[in-house]
């Protein structure tokens, strides 16, 4: 992982967020955050009457002035929030854009004629177009690679600065414009037309530029604004109240307890929150198409996950022959030696290893094969396939397969062999114990038979174990998906502890289990590469497509995983959670926070007509404008407090709902009643120390 | 406060918690249809009017059918009682209600409020009594009923949009439940002694030879629906603290659980119909919790009394011989005890039903029945409309805090988003909106200022407790206003109208949205809808967000006057 740690006060964000906290206060943009935009016409409406009460000389508008400049800092400071949050991305985007700087591109007219090639600019390339890219080339767009193997240097948008391989055909063939070719030739049949390339994407996203409020996000600013016409009405009734009661309250007073009650610490953090999120996902190395994926990523309920390259290492070891009898061991050995020579696959190359270890046999290579009766020089590789689930390799009379057990023993029946009666059962014992049976058969003329089993062994990631332990406290139950047969997935299930398994999983499969989990009321995430997840990746709520993947599957999933690691899937769902998180806890501070503000404005505003309600008064604070004033920075002063807090997110340690719920409530709800009463005493006292008041 | 005192607290409790469960499962069996042995006579209502029993409603037309169903019985009673003085059964002779009057009368019945700005023996004729007002007395109690299992019915099932049938619903809830229960309770209290009959009123002649008319009619059956269908309209003035309505402390017990059983009830069938047992249970709770300290809080203030009484020697200690404490305003015959239960009980449920005068209550004491009806009048409530409006806050609550748990909201499986939170909100807003403005109102215009008879703290505790009482549909009143001016009766009779309608509309389209959800299986993830936990969270949210929407119009009535009398000064 190659997570870009950046401090959360740097300066040059800094003093940009500054500026731009004034650029924001044009009301257009203030009016998408109904609780800020009230403040805002506090402020005027209070700088109004302070303008009215000098020019007609009216005394004691120092009180007044003071309170105007705090509610002027409560709308910059909640603008500041935002232009903080947005500021990181920011700097990450002027970085992107050097990558997407001007390239000119080498266009073929015909893809299949290489040599005469048209220098044309990038930004001139529409969809369907193909170039050629030679070492030092930077990729002029988003592409699939449709001839030539390459190694590629992506670390203008991953930040990893090991090469990668591109090569046409199979599932890493998407190419990213602004990435550079070191080695060899690519040409690309480019995918994205200018300005929609995944570089433009991701600058949009992380700028915040195509930014659209997210469901819980409305969801919660609708509260927000009904909480703030409650108070709106309580604060507006409230002179008519104070009319009858022989004593009207000042203007400025009345905004300052309506600023003081509304929901401005959520209202004012509210969007930062949102854009830290996503900015959370980015230092993951992770690129969320859309704030609505992250915040559904909190809500999953179910973890696809494949087996392959995520719960175990991605190679099967071959660690034993099984012979069948009548045939001897090193008989089995040297057939499957030879029938994986051409197999390049991990398990190929380690039964090669395995048979040269245990019985010296030479790794022989197509080339320096001698021309033997029984190993001639044509050498035909069967490759594997999904439809007939096995390789082998065809020599002149001789055919060897290995694959599946049915598969194989299919093979071997209609090819006039029969299967001896042990072969089942050894081939259950490996899979019982969680390790993978390759039957190895051969058909010298028209008579096949079985010659036995290769063990191969599935190696589980360490610390696995651990992490769905996690995802289990949190409700979220994982599934394995695998190939192996019902036996073998059940063992290294059980090794890895995964909740379940869907074993012998097809693509349709796949698609078919989300659909089932979806119906059930349930939220699936899944990570997919290859063309045929893609599918299942739109179908899922969240799905995550690796970067070395294939384009189709990019398109599909609304997040890419940089780092092409299918376990971050637990990352990206703590992040969700902590975003939704931060957001009802400092809701749930904000409207605690509004007992203490009562309990300080309430006697201030009727010190003259009531003085009996000083018993409220429990602060014993000051005087009636101290008070007021205090009440006022706080309010203040706690959104640059917080702002911290909102970036980084509340700490999630993976429990239950309900231990995170009394957690939460304790530190936010029983702290956002109690915290005020200080901070707002402390300020009083503070005030009365600079003579302020 | 003695031990009697309490004991009498404890045993009304008991009898609550009691008949919670056997009456729940009562009512989840009327309202699914399998309490049938009154089939017969609910075929042949459907059939005389027309009504389709199989067709399942969208929340549309629910809501259209239970809207048409009130205006409609509303303009029949305005219509009724503007022609009282032509209509049978009227032995006094009785006139016409005037038109502002009549407008009001039949918005509160209608609305479930039963705020009476007139004396009912010098005002209504047994007629009126009979065939209007009683019949709202169980048509808006059932009606409220209808709009509980319709939002129940959205949040357990999943139907797109389809929430039952009103007209049924209608007909089961006054059939099997109200009908019956009421001719129970209307015995026991003839048992002990409330009246029923229609002569004509009693003229007696007192020791001091004095001429004294003693009204009479049919009290006993009004009382019984009164209390059940927390309507609270009293057939005299005086309200239950007439002896021929509440004729003893044992009468006034049962009328204090039949407030309280049907909508303490609702949460045992909610909590069935959701197949959580445990979180109708943990609405119980927290309505028990809310109930308890606003009794305790009454209880201890009017036991306290005044401490300027106190001051010049008054003797407000209770002993045996006296009854000390504060007993203005109170029947001698129920004592503090059970006057401050019973104030809190009637304030807690949407009734109004009294047995003694709240205004006549110390500061504190008559600060608990006022909070009672701002919170929502969802301790446990009207009949139905109390179960709604804590599902509500229950929503809320689920919202707020079940974004903390990092998810998005869920109740019961069912995601709380936008249009959920939007319809929550609107609910929410319009009981502050009602009580604000019109008691700001009120206390700024003339119109508003002529009807107030005191001044000061507690003049603004009237204003406010009387659109308090409309907007909350509870009907009882804080006296001291005189509220049948046309003004009053107008603005008044609009508030009850819009205190009722304007949620009910925003929680049945709640209910319908709820239904169209998909239901999410509950995992540790989920955030916890049972237990102390949640019973402490939605008990702070509903006091947070009812105190704050208050407190600043609290603070100059009630509370200065209550520190005011801490300093020796009255109002």
């Given at each position: 992982m190659t997570s870009k740690k950046r401090p959360l006060f740097d300066k040059p964000i800094v003093l940009r967020a500054i500026r731009e906290s004034f650029g924001k206060l044009s009301p257009r943009h203030m009016v998408r955050n109904p609780v800020m935009f009230v403040v805002l016409l506090g402020s005027v409406l209070t700088t109004v009457v302070l303008i009215i009460d000098a020019v007609a000389h009216r005394g004691g508008s120092g009180f007044t002035i003071q309170i105007a400049i705090w509610l002027w800092f409560t709308v910059l400071f909640a603008n500041f929030a935002e232009a903080m949050a947005e500021g990181r991305g920011k700097a990450q985007a002027d970085s992107l854009r050097k990558a997407r700087t001007e390239t000119h591109a080498k266009k073929l007219e015909d893809p299949a004629d290489h040599l005469s090639s048209e220098l044309v600019s990038g930004t001139s390339l529409r969809s369907g177009d193909f170039v050629i890219c030679t070492p030092g080339d930077i990729i002029p767009g988003d592409g699939e690679v449709t001839e030539g193997v390459a190694s590629v240097d992506e670390s203008a948008i991953t930040g990893e600065s090991a090469p990668v391989i591109r090569e046409a055909?199979?599932?890493?063939s998407a190419v990213t414009g602004g990435t550079k070719v070191l080695s060899d030739f690519l040409v690309i049949r480019i995918t994205a037309n200018p300005g929609e390339t995944f570089i433009d994407r991701m600058i949009a996203l992380v700028e915040g530029a195509s930014r659209q409020k997210t469901p819980n996000e409305i969801a919660l600013t609708i509260l927000l604004s009904g909480l703030t016409i409650i108070f709106l009405l309580a604060v507006a009734t409230l002179q008519p109240f104070a009319i009858y009661s022989g004593g009207s309250v000042a203007l400025p007073v009345l905004v300052a307890l309506l600023v003081c009650l509304i929901p401005t610490t959520i209202g004012g953090l509210l969007s930062a929150i949102g854009i830290a999120g996503m900015d959370r996902m980015i230092q993951q190395n992770v690129i969320a198409m859309s704030g609505r994926a992250v915040e559904a990523a909190g809500d999953v309920n179910t973890l696809l996950l494949d087996k392959t390259g995520t719960i175990t290492l991605g190679n099967r070891q071959a660690v034993e022959f099984v012979p069948v009898a009548g045939v001897t061991l090193e008989e089995l050995a040297d057939r499957a030696q030879l029938a994986s020579l051409p197999d390049e696959t991990p398990e190929g190359r380690s039964i090669v290893v395995l048979a040269k270890t245990q019985f010296g046999l030479r790794g022989r290579s197509l080339a320096d094969d001698g021309g033997t009766p029984e190993r001639p020089h044509e050498m035909e590789f069967v490759p594997f396939s999904a439809s007939t689930r096995m390789s082998g390799v065809n020599m002149g009379g001789l055919q060897l397969r290995k694959g599946a057990g049915d598969s194989v023993a299919k093979w071997v029946r209609e090819n006039g062999g029969s299967i001896p009666p042990e072969l089942q059962g050894q081939v259950e014992r490996i899979a019982k114990i969680g390790g993978t049976p390759l039957v190895v058969a051969e058909c010298v003329g028209a008579k096949a038979r079985t010659l036995g089993v290769v063990y191969l062994k599935d190696v589980v990631k360490g610390g696995m174990r651990e992490r769905f332990d996690r995802l289990r406290a949190m409700g979220i139950r994982t599934i394995m998906i695998t190939g192996d047969n019902p036996l073998t997935a059940a063992a290294i299930a059980q090794e890895a502890g995964v909740d379940d398994f869907l074993a012998e999983a097809k693509p349709e499969d796949k698609m078919a289990l989300i659909r089932r989990e979806q119906s059930g009321g349930k939220l699936v995430a899944m990570t997919g590469d290859g063309t045929n997840d893609a599918p299942a990746l739109a179908q899922a709520d969240v799905g995550v497509s690796m970067n070395s993947g294939t384009q189709a599957a990019k398109e599909a999933?609304?997040?890419?995983d940089l780092d092409s690691n299918p376990t971050k899937l637990i990352e990206i769902v703590e992040i969700g959670k902590q975003l939704l998180m931060t957001r009802g806890s400092l809701t749930t501070f904000s409207i605690a926070n509004d007992v203490a503000k009562y309990f300080a404005i309430i006697p201030a505003m009727f010190a003259v007509t009531y003085p009996a309600l000083n018993a409220l008064n429990v602060m014993r604070l000051h005087s009636p404008q101290s008070a007021i004033l205090a009440s006022v920075i706080f309010n203040a002063l706690i959104i640059i407090a917080l702002i911290p807090l909102a970036l980084r997110g509340v700490r999630y340690r993976p429990a239950s709902a309900a231990v995170i719920l009394r957690r939460n409530l304790l530190i936010y709800g029983v702290g956002g009643l109690v915290v005020p009463f200080v901070g707002i005493k402390l300020l009083d006292v503070l005030l009365v120390l600079t003579r302020l008041v | 406060m003695t031990a009697n005192g309490w004991f009498q607290i404890a045993l009304f409790s008991a009898l609550v918690l009691a008949l919670t469960k056997p009456l729940g499962i009562y009512i989840l069996r009327v309202f699914d249809g399998t309490a049938g042995w009154l089939r017969p006579i609910e075929r042949v209502i459907y059939k005389a009017s027309g009504v389709d029993p199989a067709e399942n409603q969208h929340w549309t037309r629910y809501a259209a059918s239970l809207m048409f169903f009130s205006l409609a019985s509303m303009l029949l009673t305005y219509v009724a009682l503007r022609l009282q003085h032509v209509l049978p059964l009227n032995p006094q002779h009785l006139a016409a209600v005037t038109d502002h009057q009549s407008f009001e009368t039949a918005a509160s019945f209608t609305s479930n409020t039963?705020?009476?700005?007139?004396a009912g023996e010098s005002t209504m004729s047994y007629f009126s009594q009979m065939t209007q007002l009683a019949f709202h007395n169980f048509a808006s109690a059932a009606v409220g009923m209808c709009g509980a299992i319709a939002l129940a019915r959205g949040i357990a099932q999943r139907s797109a949009g389809k929430l039952g049938n009103f007209w049924v619903d209608l007909v089961r809830g006054m059939l099997y439940l109200l009908l019956p229960l009421s001719i129970v309770m209307a015995l026991a209290l003839v048992q002990q002694g409330a009246i029923q009959n229609f002569s004509a009123y009693l003229t007696a002649s007192t020791l001091e030879g004095a001429k004294q008319v003693i009204a009479m009619g049919p009290v006993a059956s009004q009382e019984a629906i009164k209390q059940l269908g927390t309507n609270?309209?009293?057939?005299?003035?005086?309200?239950?603290?007439h002896p021929f309505e509440n004729p003893t402390p044992l009468a006034n017990l049962w009328q204090m659980v039949a407030i309280f059983a049907i909508p303490a009830a609702l949460t045992y069938t909610f909590g069935r119909m959701v197949k959580n047992a445990k979180h109708g249970w943990a609405l119980w709770a927290a309505m028990f919790v809310l109930f308890a300290v606003g009794t305790t809080a009454a209880y201890w203030a009017e036991a306290r009394g005044n401490p300027i009484h106190a001051a010049r020697g008054v003797d407000v200690d209770e002993s045996a011989t006296n009854y000390g404490g504060n007993m203005e305003g109170k029947e001698a015959r129920f004592g503090i005890a059970s006057s401050a239960l019973f104030a809190t009980v009637t304030t807690d449920a949407s009734?109004?039903?009294?047995?003694?005068?709240?205004?006549?209550?110390?500061p504190i004491g008559g600060m608990v029945p006022l909070v009672n009806i701002q919170l929502g009048e969802l301790i446990f409530g009207g009949v139905g409309s109390g179960l709604y409006g804590m599902l509500i806050m229950v929503v809320l609550t689920v919202f707020i805090a079940g974004l903390m748990v990092g998810r998005t909201p869920e109740y019961l499986g069912k995601k709380i988003q936008a249009p959920e939170v939007q319809m929550a909100m609107l609910y929410v807003l319009a009981l502050p909106a009602l009580i604000l403005l019109g008691a700001a109102a009120s206390v700024v215009l003339p119109d508003g200022l002529k009807g107030l008879n005191n001044s000061g703290p507690h003049g603004l505790s009237e204003v406010l407790y009387a659109f308090s009482s409309a907007a909350g549909n509870n009907g009882s009143a804080f006296a001291g206003?005189?509220?049948?001016?046309y003004y009053y009766n107008t603005l008044v009779g609009i508030t009850m109208l819009f205190g009722r309608f304007a949620l009910v509309v925003p929680m049945i389209a709640l209910g319908g949205f709820l239904s169209a959800k998909k239901i999410a299986p509950p995992s540790t993830g989920t955030f916890p809808v049972t237990g102390p936990l949640f019973v402490t969270l939605l008990i702070g949210v509903i006091v947070i967000v009812g105190a704050l929407t208050f407190f600043p119009a609290l603070a100059l009535g009630p509370i200065v006057e209550h520190l005011s009398m801490l300093a020796g000064r009255v109002f």
């Open positions: 055909g199979g599932d890493r999933g609304n997040m890419v | 039963d705020w009476q700005s007139y609270g309209g009293g057939f005299f003035n005086a309200n239950s603290s009734c109004g039903a009294v047995n003694s005068m709240h205004d006549s209550f110390t206003l005189t509220g049948s001016s």
